[in-house]
């Protein structure tokens, strides 16, 4: 399936799914659909593995909840995030390394301070490798962190963006 890409969002410095600095980060970037769904792409390293060539599950579960965490950007704003209360994951398949891989997250319900989300982690071949569903606390990054980290170490990143992608 082909999602239309209408916008970027921000990354940082040296978070572990998204740092572009962290040498063992997975240097996710996300992209936001025009069906209000977003997409992290992303490659796990061998740095990143269990078992060898299959990505660790606490990796794969860093990864959706990252994604379904930052899904409240798209109807909030770039400042805010979601802060996990709960997250339940559902392994299906095994995640490769050294492998490019996608998944995506919306947003299933928001009671104004706490959401709902749902995501997915796609295999290149279209399977869904692993599930997730969690609660979220709506935060700004200024009751989470200090302006030095907003002014120095959050912005868009600045690479062409895509006008689709496939799952």
Request: with cysteine; proline share 4%; aromatic share 8%.
């Amino acid at each position: 399936m082909n999602h239309k890409i209408t916008n970027s969002q921000n990354i940082s410095k040296n978070c572990l799914v998204c740092g572009i600095d962290n040498d063992f980060g997975l240097k996710t970037r996300f992209y936001e659909t025009d069906n209000n769904e977003l997409i992290a792409v992303f490659k796990p390293m061998a740095e990143h593995q269990s078992y060898p060539n299959v990505t660790h599950g606490g990796i794969s579960a860093a990864l959706l909840d990252e994604v379904i965490g930052r899904a409240i950007m798209m109807t909030a704003d770039s400042n805010t995030f979601g802060v996990t209360i709960e997250l339940k994951v559902r392994y299906k398949r095994p995640v490769p390394t050294a492998t490019e891989l996608k998944a995506i997250a919306r947003i299933t319900r928001d009671n104004g301070r706490i959401f709902e989300g749902t995501g997915e982690l796609y295999l290149p071949n279209g399977e869904v490798a692993v599930e997730a569903e969690g609660r979220y606390m709506k935060r700004r990054l200024d009751q989470i962190t200090d302006t030095e980290f907003v002014d120095n170490e959050w912005f868009v990143p600045q690479e062409e963006l895509p006008r689709e992608i496939s799952l």
